[in-house]
Every structure is written in C-alpha cells, then in structure tokens.
C-alpha cells in the first residue's frame, strides 16, 4: 500500500469518526468563512469544522490528482491544545490525527 493509499485510507477513518458522532455538517461554511489567512482558520472556524470542509477536501484533491503530499504535516498538536480536555471524542479524534501526520513522517511510497 503507498502512502497515498495510506493517506486516503486514514482520511476515511477521521470522516468515520466525525460522522458517527455528529460532528459532520451538512451545511457548508459560508464562502467568506474560507477566505483567512489563520493557519487553521482559526478566525473563522471551529477546528472539527476545519477538518472537514478544508483539510479533509483538500488533501482528497491531491490524492485524486496523484499529486505530492505535503512534506512537513502535524495536525495533531494543534488539536491536542484545540480540543477541550473534557471533549467527549478527543483521545479518538487525536489518535485518528496522529496516525495521519506518522503517514509524512515517513519515507513516501
């Protein structure tokens, strides 16, 4: 399996994961909500609404272009300070993110 695979494959866990605990919006953002310069548009968005209508779609787009992967990638200590302590999916939701940013540190296949 290559990391792409591996990519893909970990992406679909986390939208598994926001799915099952109703943390998946049917209702996109509005587009201004799009436009921050924040890293995490954390102006703009919550960060599980991040996941979900950025991350998530964007690195679907590479994947289906067969384009590189971002070299330098680590979501998850973002999420670890994000997340409330007592968020009730929030050791589900960073161990699913850690695995992911362990995918870049890795040699790509």
Not at 36 to 49: A, I, K, R
Not at 67 to 72: F, I, S, T
Not at 82 to 108: M, N, S, T
Request: glycine share 0%.
């Amino acid at each position: 399996m290559t990391t792409h695979d591996r990519v893909r494959q970990q992406l679909h866990v986390l939208e598994t994961l926001l799915r099952e605990h109703r943390h998946w919006r049917l209702d996109a953002p509005q587009a201004h909500l799009f436009t921050s310069t924040q890293p995490f548009y954390m102006d703009t968005m919550e960060p599980l609404e991040w996941l979900q209508w950025v991350l998530i779609p964007r690195m679907h787009t590479l994947l289906d272009n067969a384009q590189p992967l971002p070299e330098a990638f680590a979501v998850a200590p973002y999420y670890e300070m994000a997340l409330a302590a007592d968020h009730p999916q929030r050791e589900a939701i960073l161990a699913v993110l850690q695995d992911l940013d362990a995918l870049f540190a890795r040699d790509k296949s």
